[in-house]
């Protein structure tokens, strides 16, 4: 690989997948037994914010039964040891990016382990159960703590941060995501066209955008993440 600069990297549910996170497009097309919309939404959210906030719960507590695989550790190599600008953007809302020791990443989905008070506007670490009654511990108002994540028909976080990075970069990688959901399956396009990135995809299978890519590498995250990342730091 030629000698490079900057590295984006954009991640999604595949690469937790074989640390037992249950992807959200699997065969049965449902997230955990639900139907995306009864869960993910702001609409799903005001209807019936008891269902809500216990699927999170759920989600937030099945983080202790997971750990971080050789993907993770591999991509926190990357960061520690490439020595030009290297920015990790994940769709995912478990920790285990940080758990595997990567620190300069962006969650642009949000994360399990993070509330947010409508009331207030605070966003708070957060480990235990939320319950609609449970009191903003900043501003005390009930019925205003949210999980801290993005749902559909909302903007992803760090927007501006992302599209800079991706508009500046030499080698622009997605790695384990289908491609359903934008604006993440759009920033190949805009690491390619508007940037000037080599593009390559490392996924389970080929995803919905695969031709976008400059090239296309097929296989488990934990066997072609750790193989590709030495590729990296070997050619620098
Ligand atoms: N290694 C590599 N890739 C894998 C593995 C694996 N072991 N297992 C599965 N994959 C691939 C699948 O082939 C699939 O292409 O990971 C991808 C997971 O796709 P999705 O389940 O659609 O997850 P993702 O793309 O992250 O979803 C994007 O959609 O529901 C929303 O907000 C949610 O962040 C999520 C977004």
Redesign the pocket.
């Known amino acids: 690989m030629a000698q490079l600069s900057s590295i984006v990297i954009l991640t999604?549910?595949?690469?937790s997948?074989?640390s037992g996170v249950q992807?959200?497009?699997?065969p049965d097309g449902l997230?955990e037994g639900h139907r995306?919309e009864d869960v993910?939404t702001p609409e799903a959210f005001a209807r019936d914010p008891v269902l809500v906030q216990n699927f999170y719960n759920m989600r937030r507590q099945a983080l202790s039964s997971v750990n971080p695989n050789a993907?993770h550790e591999a991509l926190a190599r990357l960061e520690r040891e490439f020595q030009g600008d290297f920015l990790l953007v994940t769709?995912?809302?478990d920790d285990l990016h940080e758990r595997g020791g990567s620190s300069n990443l962006i969650h642009m989905?949000g994360e399990l382990k993070r509330v947010r008070c409508e009331a207030c506007g605070a966003v708070m670490a957060w480990e235990i159960d939320l319950f609609q009654e449970t009191p903003c511990p900043k501003c005390t108002a009930t019925s205003a703590l949210r999980p801290h994540i993005?749902w559909f028909g909302e903007m992803p976080f760090a927007m501006h941060s992302i599209e800079a990075a991706l508009a500046s970069c030499d080698l622009f990688v997605s790695?384990?995501?289908?491609?359903?959901?934008y604006p993440?399956a759009g920033f190949v396009n805009l690491a390619r066209n508007y940037g000037r990135a080599h593009t390559i995809e490392?996924?389970?299978?080929p995803?919905l955008g695969a031709s976008q890519f400059h090239e296309c590498r097929h296989?488990?995250?934990?066997e072609i993440v750790p193989a590709f990342v030495e590729e990296i730091l070997e050619a620098q």
């Open positions: 999604g549910a595949g690469v997948a074989e992807t959200f497009r699997g997230w995306v993910a993907a769709q995912n809302v989905h993005v790695l384990g995501t289908s491609g359903n959901v993440a490392l996924n389970l299978e995803s296989g488990p995250a934990t």
